[in-house]
């Protein structure tokens, strides 16, 4: 190996070290801009229609089944939450789902990769905020929907239409900031 190799190699992790330094430099850039959003995950869903789907009800919820046939020629939007009880962020989320229900908005949930009798007791304690409510117990729907993990929101427009995906709890700020403006866009 020549002197000048070895020089290079030598200076090889700095250039490493600056060009990762640059990137996170332009993220951090992007976010001041508002052109990235770091909880954005993108959906190869999003102007699509829903997958083709058929679960079984959440036995006990007193709460109607949910397929994709439910989720064509609605009245209007719609959000689709994948939760489970072992969720911590579902917990943080529910309230805003309780508020958009007793507001009316039709919230379809499907219970992912969760106990039946652990979905009943989260909803008996805390409420059911669900116009729809099935399992998918192995999960199989979720991955068609691209679900990273829990909790997920979509919303969809009358047409069935995907519109929108939030992965993470639905907050306060998110409900008003990103959920309210659609589903005004969409009515």
């Not at 989320?93 to 219970?111: F, N, S, T, W």
């Not at 039946?116 to 008996?124: G, M, Q």
């Amino acid at each position: 190996m020549t002197p000048a190799s070895r020089r290079a190699l030598l200076f090889a992790p700095f250039a490493v070290a600056a060009a990762g330094g640059v990137a996170f430099y332009g993220m951090l850039q992007g976010m001041r801009r508002g052109e990235y959003n770091p909880r954005g995950v993108p959906s190869a869903l999003i102007g699509q229609a829903a997958p083709d789907f058929s679960l079984p009800p959440l036995a006990g919820a007193d709460t109607p089944a949910l397929s994709a046939a439910d989720l064509r020629d609605l009245p209007g939007p719609v959000l689709v939450n994948f939760w489970a009880s072992w969720c911590v962020p579902c917990i943080i989320e529910h309230p805003q789902l309780m508020r958009l229900h007793r507001e009316g908005i039709p919230v379809l949930g499907i219970a992912y990769k969760d106990k039946p009798e652990d979905s009943l007791r989260f909803l008996r304690e805390r409420g059911n905020p669900f116009r729809r409510l099935s399992k998918d117990e192995p999960g199989r729907v979720a991955i068609d929907w691209g679900v990273y993990g829990v909790p997920e929101t979509y919303l969809l427009d009358r047409r069935g239409i995907i519109r929108w995906r939030w992965a993470g709890p639905v907050t306060p700020e998110v409900l008003e900031q990103d959920i309210r403006p659609l589903l005004r866009r969409h009515v």
